[in-house]
């Protein structure tokens, strides 16, 4: 069975920092790029950040660039979400995205 599970969520300050992991099994993605996207309550999903399948190229959306930084560990089949400086509106539902296939998504939520 293809899974992806993300864990990592929680509740932390404005300016603080999480580390989001999503595992993947049931499918190999060596050669797959591999993203992150999130969803705001009330509001569409949105892209956040995507990698290749090497990991030599990075995409970013604008709101985090220079904040969020994403990785990947093939042997482990895991991919990363690390995320500084965070702010109330990065509050959401932070989804991995690979072959077509979505997780159930970990909350984050900004708040002081």
């Known amino acids: 069975q293809m899974q992806l599970v993300e864990s990592g969520g929680g509740l932390v300050q404005p300016g603080g920092s999480l580390r989001l992991s999503c595992a993947t099994s049931g499918f190999t993605t060596t050669r797959l790029t591999m993203n992150w996207y999130r969803q705001a309550p009330g509001r569409e999903r949105e892209f956040v950040a995507g990698i290749s399948s090497g990991g030599d190229n990075r995409v970013y959306a604008d709101s985090v660039k220079g904040r969020f930084t994403i990785s990947r560990d093939n042997d482990k089949k895991t991919l990363y979400l690390r995320m500084n400086s965070l702010k109330t509106e990065d509050t959401a539902v932070y989804y991995c995205?690979?072959?077509?296939?979505w997780g159930q998504g970990t909350q984050v939520t900004v708040s002081s």
């Open positions: 995205n690979a072959l077509g296939l």
